[in-house]
């Protein structure tokens, strides 16, 4: 049987490892040792993803050496942040593809940048992206996803192993879009949790949505993107989702910003990463930077650092003179 190892025992490794574990050979690699054994004995992660069980068949460890020997495939599981020291540590011998979604804080690059520097040009990897909560991965139910490669071979090649039973997947040679997409609508659920948490109803989030989708792609094409990519999957559908949906974290923290909270301690009880935080200010200057014009990130950013109040912010956006849609 095909052998993969998925690196990173959060919400999503633990998932991805629940339903890769019926057709591939898995192993789990938790960094903490500790949590790696818990986890081993007692078949759950409760800090993660309490309440589902860790199928018999999937091996844990917190030694990295033997969770990638013999592996086909290596899933990156762990934030943005944490992503340029597993790779690292992992070096180019097994490919690599990565399922966090973001901007590395300080140095504005996105995971392909970090890939490039950590495992050299010529090593295979990639993203996989697109609308996926953990928890509903985990309960077996429908998803579909983007498997994005500069290496168009490696890109079909992966989605075609990771591909079957309720996960279905996509291939694209288009990096650069699905991290973007991936990376800025973190960013826009924030806007959507914000307009929510305000209670300025369904019309505004509908508007967020749609001019946030309107940013993406005019700072995705400037990168190098292809129009096409946000219109898929790893764009507008993750933005939907993530705008949307209530298992979001990143909607999380707008809503509970627009309730008064302090950014410390939404980002404190959230208990898992919520990436839009930590991207939201890079995305800024990155615009900046490129003449891209993004309002809504803007706005975002100056809320997140306490430049603006929530409604100040709503404000600000709506006192923009009008113009041509594009």
């Not at 991805?16 to 019926?22: E, P, Q, W, Y």
């Not at 005019?218 to 990519?229: D, V, W």
């Not at 990436?275 to 995305?283: M, Q, T």
Request: proline share 3%.
């Amino acid at each position: 049987m095909t052998r993969v190892a998925v690196l990173g025992a959060g919400a999503w490794g633990t998932a991805i490892s629940c339903v890769l574990a019926a057709r591939l050979e898995v192993t789990l690699w938790a960094r903490d040792a500790a949590q790696a054994a818990a986890i081993g004995s007692s078949r759950r992660n409760e800090r993660y993803l309490p309440g589902f069980e860790l199928p018999s068949t999937v091996t844990v460890t917190g030694d990295l050496k033997p969770a990638v020997s013999g592996a086909r495939l290596a899933l990156a599981a762990t934030p943005v942040a944490g992503l340029r020291e597993l790779l690292q540590k992992l070096g180019s011998g097994v490919p690599v593809v990565w399922l966090c979604k973001g901007f590395e804080e300080g140095t504005g690059e996105l995971p392909h940048q970090i890939a490039a520097a950590s495992l050299g040009d010529k090593a295979r990897f990639g993203a996989l992206s697109g609308p996926s909560f953990a928890e509903e991965v985990a309960r077996g139910l429908p998803c579909a996803l983007t498997l994005a490669s500069r290496d168009a071979a490696f890109a079909r090649e992966a989605a075609a192993l990771l591909h079957g039973g309720r996960m279905r997947v996509y291939y694209s040679s288009d990096l650069v879009g699905v991290e973007i997409g991936g990376a800025v609508k973190n960013v826009m659920a924030i806007a959507a949790g914000i307009s929510d948490g305000l209670g300025l109803g369904l019309n505004a989030r509908a508007a967020l949505i749609t001019r946030g989708l309107a940013e993406i792609t005019r700072l995705g094409i400037a990168l190098g993107g292809q129009p096409e990519t946000f219109m898929g999957l790893a764009g507008a559908g993750d933005l939907i989702l993530t705008a949307t949906g209530d298992l979001s974290r990143n909607r999380r923290v707008g809503l509970e910003l627009a309730r008064g909270r302090s950014l410390k301690d939404v980002v404190a009880n959230l208990g898992h990463v919520a990436e839009g935080v930590h991207s939201a200010r890079e995305v800024a200057k990155l615009a900046l930077s490129r003449g891209v014009e993004m309002p809504v990130t803007d706005a975002v950013s100056a809320v997140l650092e306490g430049r603006l109040t929530p409604a100040a912010a709503v404000e600000r956006l709506m006192a923009r003179e009008s113009k041509m849609e594009r």
